[in-house]
Antibody, heavy 124, light 107 residues
Framework: EVQLVESGGGLVQPGRSLRLSCAAS????????MSWVRQAPGKGLEWVSA??????????YYADSVKGRFTISRDNSKTTLYLQMNSLRAEDTAVYYC???????????????WGQGTLVTVSS | DIQMTQSPSTLSASVGDRVTITCRAS??????LAWYQQKPGKAPKLLIY???SLESGVPSRFSGSGSGTEFTLTISSLQPDDFATYYC?????????FGQGTKVEMK
């Protein structure tokens, strides 16, 4: 069964850091680009960051709202996706989902598999 | 950045109704558009990709059309399980943007 399971969310103070993980199973992880998408309470979906299947630094993209503060990475040997979040702000409070792109070996596609999400709350 | 605008924001409908949701892109995205369904407390579910391709396992009452900047999602006969929020998403040129969502509620 294709599955994504996020972890690492929680309550954190403004200005602090947090690292989210997304464990993947049931598919050839390294063949697929991955993204993080977030949803603030009661709000819509916001794409946060994407990474190519190889995970090279040139294959990463960020929304303007998190550029310079968040870093996406992956460990294909552990089939795990990460999001390092630094200098957190109250407006980063959201459920964070990891999502798999639909096409194998492609880059820039719809998201066909989503995790259940992990809640990040930034508050003092 | 490409902006996506959905209309309406809320739609009241009854079981059996034909429902249409519109999504407009601020610039041409060819057919690089997806539609998702989301229920409260759940992750989004892919319904349509490449503007009109039905994702595997999705009922055929869902259909998508359009290209360039104008797109529609149609539910041919609304079922009880279809009351949810729907989002369009563009995925053109290594950027991904969602519309603000359309909530389909019971009339």
């Amino acid at each position: 069964e294709v599955q994504l399971v996020e972890s690492g969310g929680g309550l954190v103070q403004p200005g602090r850091s947090l690292r989210l993980s997304c464990a993947a199973s049931g598919f050839t992880f390294s063949s697929y680009a991955m993204s993080w998408v977030r949803q603030a309470p009661g709000k819509g979906l916001e794409w946060v960051s994407a990474i190519s299947g190889s995970g090279s630094s040139s294959g990463t993209y960020y929304a303007d709202s998190v550029k310079g503060r968040f870093t996406i990475s992956r460990d294909n040997s552990k089939t795990t996706l990460y999001l390092q979040m630094n200098s957190l702000r109250a407006e980063d409070t959201a459920v964070y989902y990891c999502a798999k792109e639909r096409g194998s070996g492609s880059w820039g596609d719809a998201f066909d598999i989503w995790g259940q999400g992990t809640l990040v709350t930034v508050s003092s | 950045d490409i902006q996506m605008t959905q209309s309406p924001s809320t739609l009241s409908a009854s079981v059996g109704d034909r429902v249409t949701i519109t999504c407009r892109a601020s610039q041409s995205i060819s057919s690089w558009l997806a539609w998702y369904q989301q229920k409260p407390g759940k992750a989004p579910k892919l319904l349509i990709y490449k503007a009109s391709s039905l994702e595997s396992g999705v009922p055929s009452r869902f259909s998508g059309s359009g290209s360039g900047t104008e797109f529609t999602l149609t539910i041919s006969s609304l079922q009880p399980d279809d009351f949810a929020t729907y989002y369009c998403q563009q995925y053109n040129s290594y950027s991904w943007t969602f519309g603000q969502g359309t909530k389909v509620e019971m009339k």
